[in-house]
Every structure is written in structure tokens, then in C-alpha cells.
């Protein structure tokens, strides 16, 4: 379920002196509540729906004009200058509606809340929170204004709503449309956010922004929010960036206005900042004569430090700080044209966190990687003698180049007309190449610290059975992630390997408002069970991870509705019990059902019969390079650096 808020607020205005703040609330469900809990902090609050008895309401359409009709009859009624509306749904809230919403609110000031991008539309806090901080900040004097300044619009998790009904709300008494879950375990996948993927491609004899865009699309799984590639012919550098999926963002017209012999390319899956045109990346800036383009993968730790220490209000993500920052180090007045890597030398040792960035003004690509090496990033020669730097050697098979080698941790290479050089400009630490890659980011194709992934996920299967053996019929994985693993761990127990649940493989993201018989067939968008394999077996379901377990209690009551007599859950990596800083989207440690509850409690709340995770040693060895340094913090909670305060994704644009 997701509950959505717009909020429209006004400061002063030429009607200051009616209501302190009047509330209307929108949408068809779960009113009542959400009124009685604005209704503490509220002078007035009018349900915007179907009349109900002991609640003022209006109607929420005019018959033939819409919603934004009805909305526009209420607002005029509330006849205040300060309103706020929070609109509840249990799916997607249109871009054109909320626009529509906000210039609907007349002659109040107003502060949108869409800033161009779906993802940010679907943000909301839940209800009885607003209600809360909103009691907070006009108890202690504030305004509306210093209100909405505060409130975060982000997404509700189903763990956040679960969180809700233990805490005394009960799930049934809202879970009046048995759509909502099903709803939110569509349209929030639990499982970790990708990480965003890089790719940057110099070539004087092939279509770079070809090579770039093909790079990118090998690169889809780790980021599927925006896509753009940065091309330069020596001279001028050009950006072309949109919301979606590669294939959605680029055509040939497209493609052909990106010439040049060398670019940069970025797949995004939002870790800070939310899902928008103008956060989506490459990000570019202009310093002198010197244009420069970045793509970054991976999260800083020190965001809010770094945006003090420019004094800059305006960026709304980590990635627009840093270059901002690098902008702000070139100095062009020398003539051979390395501006851009002294001023890489200089400004990156402030940089704290996880980057591996690629980088390019309009004569060279620069692939960097943070002294603990958080995010991949591999070097690519390609027949002609070109080079390519990409998040993942996968999409070097796609381009056709050959592997040399990874960019170490800490390690920066430009590569120009002259070849490649390396630098140096950190302190050495410990590498620490994020361990989720080999557990779920990376795809099996690909190759990190020299060992394939398909091959390390397959032994960590045959690790699992070991570590906790089972009495079953078949051995069943959940696609594609735990595909590998449930092979070892087949292969390790002689229990027979059966697919058992279907993917429909063009589910991916959408951005169209499902229908409410549609929401109501959940999860089963994305997975059916193959019954013939289940009804009357003891099966043993094996996962990569849980992290929220919302979709996997799902799932596990799928396949028991699909006729399994047991369901033990065999997971290929331990409890995910601390957030990640480091560009993984799970810095919430509320929503980690492995946070709070022991595996025995996991287990009964997902409902199958046994449970068992991979020991942390176990995966370690499972890499097959257990000594070559990884993060293991959401596991361990061992934090290789510093972790910062503040771990709000939106807390650049709330600034
Ligand atoms: S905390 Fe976990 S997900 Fe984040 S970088 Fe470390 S191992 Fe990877």
C-alpha cells in the first residue's frame, strides 16, 4: 500500500486570520483514520470522499469533471489560508494530478511537492506521523510553512505499515481492501535497491555513444529510474538524460545528436536525492573553458559536510555536490589541458563513502574508485584500441571489449589520446568491495576480484545445505536471484531441482496505475507458482536475501496456497540487520525485518516451516576470496568508515 501526500501549504497571505490550518483529506480509504488523527493538530478536517455519518466530507468529483473538480469545490470551501491536504490512495497518484493539485490551490502560496518525477509523487510520510510531527512543530510555534520545510515526502514501506499495526493499530481494522499489501509487494520489491551502474567508452574509430549506450543497457539491473550518456568530440561536451529504462530514454535521433569520440554513461537507481530529471545523471557543469560531466555510483557519507563547505543550497544529490565541487577546483589557466585531473587530485580526499565515478571533460575519461573500493569498477580495451571503464565486466563482453583489469580501490585512470595513467590520491585503507555484489547486485555473468558470480552463488547454495540440512522433496528457487544457490544447494543435499515458481520476465518497473483487480493479484504479477511442482511436497524455497520480508512471507504463502505440505526457507546470505551507507537502498533500519527480530521470530512471522541463513563465514568462503577485503556491514554491522548522522535520502532537498 502506498499512501500518498501532497502537501499544500500557505504562509501569509491577504486571508490571514480564519482557520490556524484546515485539513482536507483525500481519497477512498482508510478516511476515517487519517482524519481523526489530523483532526488533533487541525482546526478543521473535511474528508473529501463519500458522505459519511459525523464527518464533514465533500465530494470528491463533480459528475463528467473529475477528481481535480472536487478537489477545487473543497478548497474553495476550506476558505483558509492555510491548508493542508494529504491525499490518500492506494496506488499511484498521476503526475498531472498532483500538479493539478497544486496550482489548484488558488491564490495560497503554494510548495509543490512534484518536482517532475513519479517516484516523488508516490512519497508520502504515513498519516498518524504527520499528524505527529505536524502536533510538534505548531505546538512549538511553527508555521505550516516550517512544517512541510520539515516533513520528508517519502515512500511508505510495507514493514512501516506493518510497524503500524503492531504498535496497536491493527492491520485488519485498516486492511479493509485486501488489495493494499498485495499492492505494495508489486510496487515495492523487497529486496535491496540496486546501486546505479557506470560505463564511459573512448574511441576514435566507433560510435562511442553506441558503445556507451549498449554498455548501459548490460548494466540495466542496477538502476532502472533514468538513463543518460555525456559525449564529447574534443570540443563541446554534450548531455542528453531522461526518467526510465535505457531502451525507453535512447533511439537513433537521440544516439546521433551524441558525437564525439569519447562520453560517459549512467544508469540510476536513486540513493540520495528522488527520482527526477534534474537528479538524474550524467550531472554536468562548466568551469571556464573546462565542461565536465560525472556519473556516480555508489553513496557519500559526508553529504551534508560537503554541501556546508560549498555553501550550496541548490544540489539535491551527493553526485551534484561532488561536482560542484570538482567545478569549483579547475583551474584552466594552464595549457596542458589537465585541469580536470588536478583538480580530481585535490578535491577527491574530502569525498567520504562510496564512489566509483566515472568523469570526463572534452578531451579525456577519468574512472575513480573510493579508497575502500565500495562499488565495482573494471578496465576494457577494446580491438580498435579504444578503452572502456564499466561497473561491471558483463557489459564489456556486450561492447566486445576485453578485460584488463579491475580499477583498485582507491585508484584513478584518465584516459586520453596519449593512453591510460594511473593515480593515486588517497590514503591506503583496506579494500571493501560491498559483499551484496556477489550476493544479489552483480549479474552472474560477470567477473569481481577475479571469480565468476554465477560460480561463487552456486557454492554458496552447496554452503547452505550444509550448514542447515533439511528433509524435503525438491528444492525450488526464487527467480532469478536465488537460481544459483538453489542449484548448490541441490547438487550439495541430492535433493531433486525443480522450478517452482514462473517470473513474468517484462515485469519491470511501470509507471501506469494498475487497475484495482490488478493490485489485487499482488505479487503474482511477478511470480506464479508452477503448482504441478509443489501441491504435495516438502519444499525447500531458496532465496538470496530477505531485507524488509514482506515479499517473501508472500511468497511462502504462495507456494503453501499452491498445495506445498512444507516450506522450509533456505536464505544464501545472513540476516540483513544493520542499513547501508554505502549506496544500497535500505538506510532505514526500521524496515530490516532481521533489525529487530530473531531468526526463530523471522520465521514464524513469514510463516514457513524451518528457516536458515548462510553464516557470514560461510559466504566469505563461498566468494572464494574471502581475504581479498569486502564490506560486510549490513551483516555485521562493522562499518569500514564513518557513518553519518543524517541518512535521509531527500536531505539535500530539504535543505
Ligand atoms: S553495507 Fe552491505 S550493501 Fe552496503 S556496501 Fe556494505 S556489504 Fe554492501
Request: with cysteine; glycine share 10%; proline share 5%.
Amino acid at each position: 500500500m502506498t499512501v500518498l501526500g501532497a502537501v499544500l501549504a500557505g504562509g501569509a497571505s491577504s486571508r490571514m486570520g480564519r482557520d490556524k490550518a484546515a485539513v482536507v483529506v483525500g481519497g477512498r480509504t482508510m478516511l476515517d483514520r487519517v482524519g481523526d488523527a489530523l483532526a488533533e493538530v487541525c482546526d478543521r478536517v473535511v474528508v473529501l470522499g463519500p458522505e459519511r455519518e459525523g464527518v464533514e466530507t465533500w465530494p470528491d468529483r463533480d459528475p463528467g469533471s473529475g477528481p481535480l473538480a472536487g478537489l477545487a469545490n473543497a478548497l474553495e470551501r476550506a476558505d483558509t489560508d492555510h491548508v493542508l491536504l494529504v491525499a490518500v490512495d492506494n496506488a499511484f497518484v498521476r503526475v498531472e494530478t498532483l500538479r493539478g493539485l497544486v496550482s489548484l490551490a488558488g491564490e495560497m502560496p503554494v510548495i509543490p511537492v512534484d518536482r517532475d518525477g513519479v517516484r516523488q509523487v508516490t512519497c508520502a510520510l504515513y498519516p498518524t506521523s504527520l499528524a505527529g510531527i505536524a502536533r510538534e512543530e505548531l505546538e512549538a510555534g511553527g508555521s505550516l510553512q516550517s512544517l512541510v520545510d520539515r516533513v520528508a515526502f517519502r515512500p511508505v514501506t510495507p514493514d512501516e505499515w506493518a510497524a503500524w499495526g503492531e504498535d496497536g493499530r491493527s492491520w485488519d481494522s485498516i486492511d479493509d481492501e485486501p488489495s493494499l499489501r498485495a499492492a505494495e509487494a508489486t510496487y515495492h520489491d523487497d529486496v535491496p535497491g540496486e546501486a546505479c551502474g557506470v560505463f564511459a567508452a573512448y574511441s576514435t574509430t566507433q560510435r562511442v555513444s553506441h558503445l556507451i549506450y549498449f554498455g548501459l543497457f548490460a548494466l540495466q539491473h542496477r538502476g532502472q529510474e533514468s538513463a543518460g550518456i555525456a559525449t564529447s568530440n574534443g570540443e563541446t561536451v554534450t548531455v542528453y538524460k531522461d526518467l526510465g529504462l535505457v531502451a525507453q530514454v535512447f533511439d537513433e535521433s537521440s544516439l546521433a545528436g551524441l558525437d564525439g569520440h569519447l562520453g560517459i554513461g549512467h544508469t540510476r537507481y536513486s540513493t540520495t536525492g528522488s527520482n527526477t530529471w534534474a537528479n538524474s545523471q550524467p550531472t554536468h557543469r562548466q568551469a571556464g573553458i573546462t565542461s565536465i560531466a560525472l556519473g556516480h555510483n555508489g553513496n557519500l557519507t559526508n553529504t551534508a559536510e560537503l554541501a556546508t563547505r560549498l555553501g550550496v543550497t541548490e544540489a539535491t544529490t551527493d553526485s551534484d555536490l561532488m561536482t560542484e565541487d570538482l567545478a569549483r577546483a579547475i583551474d584552466d589557466d594552464r595549457s596542458d589541458g589537465r585541469g580536470l585531473e588536478r583538480a580530481l587530485m585535490q578535491v577527491a580526499p574530502g569525498w567520504k563513502g562510496a564512489f566509483s565515478l566515472v568523469i570526463m571533460d572534452q578531451g579525456r575519461i577519468v574512472g575513480l574508485r573510493d579508497p575502500n573500493g565500495f562499488r565495482p569498477l573494471c578496465l576494457g580495451s577494446l580491438p580498435d584500441g579504444g578503452w572502456v571503464l564499466s561497473s561491471e565486466t558483463a557489459a564489456l563482453d556486450l561492447v566486445g571489449a576485453r578485460f584488463v583489469r579491475e580499477i583498485g580501490a582507491g585508484e584513478m585512470v584518465v584516459i586520453d589520446a596519449t593512453g591510460v595513467r594511473s593515480y593515486h590520491p588517497f590514503a591506503e585503507v583496506k579494500p571493501g568491495l560491498c559483499l551484496f555484489e556477489f550476493v544479489y547486485f552483480a549479474r552472474p555473468d560477470s567477473q569481481m576480484y577475479g571469480r565468476n558470480i554465477h560460480a561463487a552463488r552456486t557454492e554458496m547454495g552447496r554452503r547452505l545445505a550444509g550448514e542447515h540440512p533439511v528433509d524435503a522433496d525438491v528444492v525450488v528457487p526464487v527467480p532469478e536471484s536465488g537460481i544459483p544457490a538453489a542449484q548448490g544447494f541441490a547438487a550439495a543435499s541430492g535433493i531433486p531441482y525443480h522450478d517452482g515458481l514462473v517470473k513474468n520476465r517484462y515485469v519491470g518497473r511501470t509507471f501506469i496505475e494498475p487497475t484495482q483487480m490488478l493490485r489485487d493479484r499482488g505479487i503474482r504479477l511477478k511470480l506464479n507458482p508452477l503448482t504441478d511442482s509443489l501441491t504435495g511436497k516438502r519444499v525447500v524455497l531458496v532465496d538470496d536475501s530477505i531485507v524488509r520480508g514482506s515479499t517473501t512471507r508472500k511468497l511462502v504463502e504462495m507456494v503453501l496456497e499452491a498445495g506445498a505440505t512444507e516450506v522450509h526457507l533456505r536464505v544464501s546470505s545472513p540476516p540483513y540487520r544493520w542499513p547501508c551507507f554505502y549506496g544500497m537502498d535500505t538506510a532505514d533500519r526500521s524496515t530490516l525485518i532481521a533489525a529487530s527480530m530473531e531468526v526463530e521470530e523471522i520465521r514464524e512471522s513469514l510463516g514457513c516451516d524451518t528457516l536458515g541463513y548462510l553464516s557470514l563465514d560461510g559466504l566469505l568462503e563461498a566468494t572464494g576470496v574471502a581475504d581479498a577485503g569486502f564490506c560486510t556491514a549490513c551483516l555485521s554491522g562493522d562499518y569500514p568508515t564513518e557513518i553519518p548522522l543524517n541518512t535521509d535520502k531527500f536531505q539535500l532537498e530539504r535543505s
